[in-house]
């Protein structure tokens, strides 16, 4: 009983999995995210880059050649160099445009359409410098579980991307020795595409960390909201009801129309019965499609139906099989299955020449 108090052994409900979810407590890899934001960078960068530095090509030229440092004095450097500035944000606006879409989009990607109610309320307790120190605390203690492996994971990443940015360069060490007493264009276009490379093995290298480390947050997700047996049946109950309360209704639900039931015996013309067992009490009226089942039961409820028929005067024809058959295949108040079409118009012309 205490392991089923104590020990999380049962997956999470889906109300609990959104509870979670309002408080922004989601599986989320921020390795993830940065390799693919990095990657994003590194395409559009190798779209646009080209064009992007013709444009700061053309623009430092034209500094350069209009720029007179004699009429230059301190009242004026603002009024001067803010029309650079400006040039230069649009330059580089699209780009950053694009990489915040990419950051969304990737965001998206890991939370879907997350709006945590609970993550954005205020919390002033956070702010009190006691709490202040102890979350400093938690957050850089090493010694924590958590913070072990966060720590561990970026020495390898750090040693890992080290490593292949050393294999790559060694791979081009020729292209970088035939650099020296290159001309400098030849210098530039060497080391970009030298660098391009670079990028791209490690962008592959992230990715590939991104997601062992999105799979490994999902485990880590899953196991931090796991429930305990006792708080899931608690929730149950919450959102179902006490199952005795539901039995006790469910009871008093079938009595009521049990009642109902007996009181439609009275308006029956005919009991179909097997002596002791089954009981089915039916109704036919000129113009009607079909005769109508008006109450059925076994036992207990059996007897109850045969004794208000015998206190009302209605019939009561004794035949098993269809006694069986009416009780297994007709339903309360509906017409009855065509296959007894012939056997219950048999009994109620029997019942009616004898009236």
């Known amino acids: 009983m205490a392991n089923d108090r104590g020990e999380r052994t049962e997956k999470a409900t889906p109300?609990?999995?959104?509870?979670?979810?309002?408080?922004?407590?989601?599986?989320?890899?921020?390795?993830f995210t940065t390799a693919f934001l990095l990657t994003c960078g590194v395409f559009i960068l190798s779209q646009m880059g080209g064009n992007m530095l013709e444009k700061l090509k053309t623009l430092m030229i034209e500094t350069f050649s209009n720029l007179n440092p004699h009429?230059?004095?301190?009242?004026?450097?603002l009024a001067i160099l803010t029309p650079y500035f400006t040039?230069?944000?649009?330059?580089?606006?699209?780009?950053?445009?694009?990489?915040?879409?990419?950051?969304?989009?990737?965001?998206?990607?890991?939370?879907?359409?997350l709006f945590a109610k609970e993550?954005?309320?205020?919390?002033?307790?956070?702010?009190?410098?006691?709490?202040?120190?102890?979350?400093?605390?938690?957050?850089?203690?090493?010694?924590?579980?958590?913070?072990?492996?966060?720590?561990?994971?970026s020495i390898v990443k750090t040693i890992m991307v080290a490593m292949v940015g050393f294999k790559t360069i060694m791979k081009r060490?020729?292209?970088?020795?035939?650099?020296?007493?290159?001309?400098?264009a030849t210098a530039i276009s060497v080391i970009g595409s030298v660098l391009f490379e670079l990028l791209i093995t490690i962008c592959v290298l992230?990715?590939?960390?991104?997601?062992?480390?999105?799979?490994?947050?999902e485990y880590e997700y899953e196991k931090s909201i796991k429930m305990t047996k006792q708080e899931v049946k608690d929730e149950f109950k919450n959102t179902e009801g006490d199952p005795k309360i539901k039995g006790k209704i469910r009871s008093f639900q079938m009595?009521?129309?049990?009642?109902?039931?007996?009181?439609?015996?009275?308006?029956?013309?005919?009991?179909?019965?097997?002596?002791?067992?089954?009981?089915?009490?039916?109704?036919?009226?000129?113009?009607?499609?079909?005769?109508?089942?008006?109450a059925k039961g076994v036992d207990f409820i059996a007897f109850k139906i045969r004794e208000i028929a015998k206190n009302n005067g209605i019939p009561i024809v004794e035949n098993k099989p269809l006694a069986r058959s009416l009780y297994k295949l007709a339903e309360v108040n509906k017409f009855i299955p065509e296959e007894l079409y012939v056997a219950v118009s048999e009994?109620?012309?029997y019942v009616y020449s004898r009236k």
């Open 15 to 31: 109300k609990r999995r959104s509870k979670e979810r309002n408080k922004g407590h989601i599986a989320k890899s921020q390795d």
């Open 71 to 77: 009429n230059i004095s301190d009242n004026d450097v």
């Open 87 to 113: 040039s230069y944000a649009n330059i580089v606006i699209l780009f950053f445009f694009l990489l915040a879409i990419c950051a969304v989009l990737i965001l998206r990607l890991q939370t879907g359409s």
């Open 119 to 153: 993550a954005i309320k205020p919390r002033l307790d956070k702010l009190k410098p006691a709490n202040m120190l102890k979350n400093l605390a938690t957050k850089f203690n090493i010694f924590k579980p958590q913070q072990m492996v966060e720590f561990v994971k």
């Open 173 to 184: 060490r020729n292209d970088l020795f035939g650099l020296i007493g290159a001309d400098p």
């Open 206 to 217: 992230l990715i590939i960390i991104g997601i062992i480390d999105r799979k490994y947050q």
């Open 255 to 294: 009595k009521i129309m049990q009642q109902k039931m007996m009181a439609n015996v009275k308006e029956a013309d005919v009991v179909v019965v097997n002596p002791t067992h089954y009981a089915v009490a039916l109704k036919y009226q000129p113009g009607m499609f079909a005769p109508v089942v008006l």
């Open 347 to 349: 009994i109620l012309r």
